[in-house]
């Protein structure tokens, strides 16, 4: 079974620009939840899909978008991107069906390093 | 709000030392417990997890246990080896897909 994949798994962009990144979920797998990671603040959540749906959102500024599609691939967008975005944004995904569920394991992806100069 | 508290790192460890990374988490309720690992260039992999009080996670020889009184789910392994050099996350979850994760702790082993 193919895991998680990430798409690009680089990415150099300068600030002012907008960026986005996707994830393919392990097949069968409906919701997707990122994660920033940075040395500093490790990882942050940023949000979850769920059947096309934003369920949990972190944080995060409204520059941090994201959609999923009917198929379950999620991609994620940054607008306006400032020098604190680069960073490794992760992508997982899960079976979970219900958000009342207490444990659902997440499967990881590579990830995609963000530079921003 | 929830949170999860982990050991600083770097951590140095000679092959066959035992490992203690301490991992202490605040939340309301009843979280389930997680710990992951990363490798180089990779994604998070799931080590193993807890999901109620007493618990014990186990995997690869790692162990951990969710100590409701202490509020701590610290990860130990008797004897450490080169392979296990990587980035250590602890992590909870109350509800859903929402992850509250450590700051990681880099581990690395000599031989």
């Known amino acids: 079974k193919a895991g998680v994949t990430q798409t690009p798994r680089y990415l150099i962009k300068t600030r002012g620009q907008q960026v986005t990144l996707s994830c393919s979920p392990i097949s069968g797998h409906r919701s997707v939840s990122w994660y920033q990671q940075t040395p500093g603040q490790g990882l942050q959540f940023l949000f979850e899909?769920?059947?096309?749906?934003?369920?949990n959102k972190g944080n995060f500024p409204g520059r941090f978008s994201g959609r999923q599609f009917s198929n379950s691939r999620s991609e994620m967008n940054v607008s306006t991107l400032e020098l604190g975005d680069s960073a490794l944004y992760l992508c997982?995904?899960?079976?979970?069906?219900?958000?009342?569920?207490?444990?659902?394991?997440?499967?990881f992806g590579p990830g995609t390093r963000l530079t921003v100069l | 709000g929830d949170s999860v508290t982990q050991m600083e790192g770097p951590v140095t460890l000679s092959e066959e030392a035992f490992l203690t990374i301490n991992c202490t988490y605040t939340a309301t309720g009843y979280p389930s417990l997680f710990w992951y690992v990363q490798y180089p260039g990779e994604g998070l992999q799931l080590l193993l997890k807890a999901t109620k009080a007493d618990d014990k996670g186990s995997n690869k020889g790692f162990e951990a246990t969710y100590r409701k009184e202490t509020t701590s789910f610290h990860l130990e392994k008797g004897s450490v080896q080169v392979s296990d050099s990587a980035v250590y996350f602890c992590?909870?979850?109350?509800?859903?897909?929402?992850?509250?994760f450590g700051t990681g702790t880099s581990l690395t082993v000599i031989p």
């Open positions: 992590a909870l979850s109350r509800s859903g897909n929402q992850f509250y």
């Open positions: 899909y769920f059947s096309e749906t934003q369920r």
């Open positions: 997982a995904s899960s079976l979970a069906t219900t958000s009342e569920s207490s444990y659902n394991e997440q499967f």
